[in-house]
């Protein structure tokens, strides 16, 4: 913390905010009380303090940092026996003991307190304290960093908020458990799944398809692939439908880099709805499909849909309005459309290591909120170079600069189907949809396979469908 601000200081400090004589947050007397807790029982003290705590950072008095290091490092070094006479000799060899007050220092700590039993209690205040120090420090380095001239506005802010975010979450600590303590609960999980009471990830609901990945699961990148007017922002979209408009209401962020929010909120409505979107232009539009347009808006009412349309999002925007989504709003799940489009917050040597980048923060936002992230990709023309002129099923290697996606990716998605079919369509091609296949071509937690669907483009809507005949798709070789 101290580089940091030494980094941007343009003359701004704390003090300047506090006055000289009001010093940031702490409680001296519960540092205190700590540390005689830990003299006192080490045996059961020391521990607890350790995992309350964690570093000595936390401790605002340099004095009981340097005993709170001590005690730790005796603990450490002598089977776990530590008494004010070990702690005093090991202060002394590093040349501490004066600065800290000496023997009679330590002695005097032991009697401070009569009981151990608040220890919790102590932990949680100076834990509580550091955090606000840290908040000040990084709010003091935000005023700085805003007074010079060599960041971009959007960097500065991603910056500023990452920097809360740290602060925010630097306190948080993973239990660790044995395998005995986590043994009832995980049995008892698998009971709630094998019983239907337990979802492993989102249902996606097409059938097929969750069975092979078994929903989206936090943390997941999830990339759906295919060539353009293929049909992967409408099979998005059937995703963002599926996942939200469901009884618990899930919270979905859909980040649109080609659309417009209303050209969105139009496709979503018709495809509930089953109303062709072009029946607005060409006067076929009739009262029935008006009833279900109104009872398909009134179900949208009721969903947490956020829908974000900046054209040109970058790395750093997608981060900060993706950590304010699932702070403000607990979002459930995100979708991208599309990878390619977005931008790069800082300068790259090259196209590739711009879209390693993206893909990175694509992965890094999965994981760190804890959500799963769908995200589009375009792939490249090899996919449609065949000898007889037709198109191949996709390969992982026909992902557009495929190397980073491929690598980040949990699971990898490809949309095949002849797409000159959907160029005129007959009235049986307009009931029965257009034989479409979704190919889980890599599932790093499972199967992969292909999920046979039907695609009804005039009503944006994908459907399960049983396997249908190959002579039905375009030159599928291998």
């Keep these: 913390m101290a580089e940091e601000q030494k980094k941007y200081s343009t003359g701004i400090k704390i003090s300047d905010f506090l006055g000289e004589d009001r010093p940031t947050p702490h409680d001296d007397v519960a540092e205190k009380a700590i540390l005689a807790a830990m003299l006192k029982e080490p045996d059961s003290c020391i521990d607890q303090a350790m995992e309350l705590l964690g570093t000595s950072k936390v401790f605002y008095s340099l004095k009981n940092r340097s005993i709170y290091e001590a005690i730790l490092k005796v603990y450490e070094e002598n089977n776990r026996q530590v008494d004010p ?26 009697e401070s307190i009569a009981t151990t039993a608040a220890l919790e209690g102590w932990c949680e205040l100076v834990r509580e304290y550091s955090i606000l120090r840290n908040l000040i420090n990084s709010c003091v380095n935000a005023i700085n960093m805003c007074y010079e001239d060599n960041h971009e506005v959007s960097e500065l802010v991603e910056k500023i908020e990452s920097d809360i975010f740290n602060v925010r979450n630097a306190h948080v600590k993973e239990d660790i458990l044995t395998i005995q303590e986590t043994m009832k609960e995980t049995f008892t999980n698998i009971q709630k799944i094998l019983q239907g009471e337990m979802e492993v990830g989102i249902p996606t609901h097409f059938d097929y398809l969750d069975k092979l990945i078994v929903g989206l699961k936090p943390g997941e990148m999830i990339v759906l692939a295919a060539r353009p007017s293929i049909g992967k922002t409408t099979f998005a979209l059937n995703l963002l439908r599926n996942i939200a408009l469901t009884e618990s209401n899930r919270p979905v962020a859909f980040f649109s880099l080609e659309m417009t929010a209303e050209q969105i909120t139009k496709k979503l409505l018709c495809a509930e709805a089953k109303v062709s979107e072009s029946s607005f232009y060409d006067k076929s539009f009739k009262d029935a499909d008006m009833t279900r347009l109104t009872k398909a808006i009134s179900r949208y009412q009721q969903s947490n849909i956020f829908i974000d349309q900046t054209a040109g999002l970058t790395t750093s925007e997608l981060r900060t309005k993706a950590r ?41 936002v999965a994981k760190d909120l804890e959500v799963p992230v769908v995200v589009l990709a375009q792939l490249n023309r090899e996919v449609e170079k065949t000898p007889t ?19 980040d990716a949990d699971i990898v998605m490809f949309l095949h189907r002849d797409r000159d ?16 296949e979704l190919i889980v071509e890599k599932n790093r937690n499972g199967e992969i396979g292909i999920c046979y669907l039907s695609f009804h483009p005039h009503l944006g809507e994908f459907r399960t469908t049983k396997k249908f005949s190959e002579a039905d798709m375009p030159d599928a070789e291998e």
Excluded: C
């Design 389 to 407: 002129g037709g198109t191949t099923r996709p390969k992982l290697s026909n992902l557009r600069e495929s190397g980073a996606i491929e690598q």
């Design 85 to 110: 006479i070990m702690v005093t000799a090991y202060l002394r060899k590093l040349g501490k003991l004066d600065e800290i007050g000496g023997t009679s220092a330590l002695l005097d700590l032991m």
């Design 421 to 436: 079919k959907a160029k005129d369509m007959t009235e049986e091609d307009l009931e029965t949809g257009l034989n479409t």
């Design 324 to 364: 304010r989504l699932k702070a403000a709003h607990d979002i459930q799940a995100i979708i991208i459309d599309y990878l390619q489009l977005m931008k790069v917050s800082d300068r790259t040597d090259g196209r590739q290591q711009e879209v390693a980048e993206i893909s990175n923060t694509v992965k890094k």
